[in-house]
Structures are given as structure tokens and as C-alpha cells.
């Protein structure tokens, strides 16, 4: 398995401010994902963290409001920026170690509170 | 109507029972995942399935492609089993990481 670290784990914000998520793995890894769970709800890919050029986005997600960066094969950071209350939600790292297992894997998430 | 349904939404079960969670998909897959998310948010990847059986511990998964169905199992309930259980399916042919996924299944074991 991959191990998955998010700092922080949790954060209560104002509007108006960013939030950087940091995603660290434990060994290199072909694909990093970012995904949202609102409350009460299913995860939603934002994006394919792509290393050293800019990330895919799914539909509904733009660079500007959730920039994302990925150095190297073992980190990412995700950005919420210009937080709203609707931002309030656990931010969830994901891998996939390799294309030969294709076995995904996830973070602990960061719980964000928006006020 | 969700691509990916589970049933039940909610099960409490008394520590040592048999469970029983259910998982229909509409679209074809290249592989299905059960997931497992503790109340703090945390998800931790249980099984990854594209035919056949898989049993991990207490944990057993099946699929049906032809029924389009999964099942996870727990054997011997355990208070500690107690949240939510989440079916992913990856689409056939979809991007790696845009999985379908359900609503989750939220268990509570009772001692």
C-alpha cells in the first residue's frame, strides 16, 4: 500500500482567505488525485495533480479557485482560495502507485470549516 | 438514478453478526472498490475488484460482472468495523481517478 499524509488535518477559516493542503507519500507514485466530499455527500474529483505542468481539471473546478501544484513524484498542494462557506468540506488526497496494480489509494483528509 | 447504488444507506447490527452490504452499477467497469471512511474523514482502501472474490480477514468482496453487482461481507462484526462503506466503480475506458461513487453505507456494530 501507499502511506498518505495531509497536513493540516483540519482548519476552521474566514471567507475571503486561502488554505494551502499538503499531500505527502511515502514512495513515488504515477497519478495524484484531489477530491472534495461535501457534507453529507459522495467525493467529486477536482483534478489530476500532474507532475511539473498544470493540472487537469474536472468540470466545475478551474485553476484560480483551486490551484494545484505537484513538484515531484511523492507531493502535491492543493489551494482553496477565496474561501466561501460552500468550501466547507474534507479535502481527500488520492494515488495510484502504478499502472500495473492500479490499486488506489487515500489520504486521512483535511476537514476545512469555512465561517 | 445514481450509476452506482448501495443499499442499505443505514445498518445497525449487533457484534458477532454476518453484514451484508450491496452494490449495483449501471455502466460497464473496469474495476470497483470498496472503501472505508472513519468518522474523522479518513478513507482507507479495503478492496479492489474485477472479477471474482477477494477476502481479506473478516472482509470478503465479490463481483458479478454479467449482474453487474458486488457484495461486501464482514464476517464477526466488531464495534471497530463501525462506519461508513463506500462502492467506487472506474468507468471502462475512464480516466484513472474519476471514479463513480456511491452514497456509502453507514454501519454501526453494537456490543
Known amino acids: 500500500s501507499a502511506v498518505i499524509s495531509q497536513k493540516p488535518s483540519r482548519d476552521i477559516c474566514q471567507r475571503g482567505t486561502s488554505l494551502t493542503i499538503q499531500c505527502q507519500v511515502d514512495?513515488?507514485?504515477?497519478?495524484m488525485f484531489w477530491y472534495r466530499q461535501q457534507p453529507g455527500q459522495s467525493l467529486t474529483l477536482i483534478a489530476t495533480?500532474?507532475?511539473?505542468?498544470?493540472?487537469?481539471?474536472e468540470s466545475g473546478f478551474v485553476i484560480d479557485k483551486f490551484p494545484i501544484s505537484r513538484p515531484n513524484l511523492t507531493f502535491s498542494t492543493l489551494t482553496v482560495s477565496n474561501m466561501s462557506p460552500e468550501d466547507s468540506s474534507i479535502y481527500l488526497c488520492?494515488?495510484?502507485?502504478?499502472?500495473?496494480?492500479?490499486?488506489?489509494?487515500f489520504g486521512p483528509g483535511t476537514r476545512l470549516t469555512v465561517l | 438514478k445514481n450509476e452506482v447504488e448501495q443499499s442499505p444507506q443505514n445498518l445497525t447490527a449487533q457484534e458477532g453478526e454476518f453484514i451484508t452490504i450491496n452494490c449495483s452499477y449501471s455502466?460497464?467497469?473496469?474495476?470497483l472498490h470498496w472503501l472505508q471512511q472513519h468518522p474523522g474523514g479518513g478513507i482507507v482502501s479495503l478492496f479492489m475488484?474485477?472479477?471474482g472474490k477477494k477476502k481479506h480477514g473478516r472482509l470478503i468482496a465479490t463481483i458479478n460482472i454479467q449482474e453487474k453487482h458486488s457484495s461486501l461481507h464482514i464476517t464477526a462484526s466488531h464495534p471497530r468495523d463501525s462506519a461508513v462503506y463506500i462502492c467506487?466503480?472506474?468507468?471502462?475506458?475512464?480516466?484513472?481517478?474519476?471514479?463513480?461513487f456511491g452514497k456509502g453505507t453507514k454501519l454501526s456494530v453494537k456490543p
Open positions: 488520492s494515488v495510484v502507485r502504478d499502472h500495473v496494480t492500479n490499486e488506489q489509494f
Open positions: 514512495s513515488q507514485v504515477t497519478m
Open positions: 495533480a500532474n507532475q511539473g505542468s498544470e493540472a487537469t481539471y
Open positions: 455502466v460497464g467497469i473496469s474495476a
Open positions: 475488484l474485477s472479477s
Open positions: 467506487a466503480a472506474r468507468n471502462y475506458g475512464g480516466s484513472q481517478g474519476n471514479l463513480i
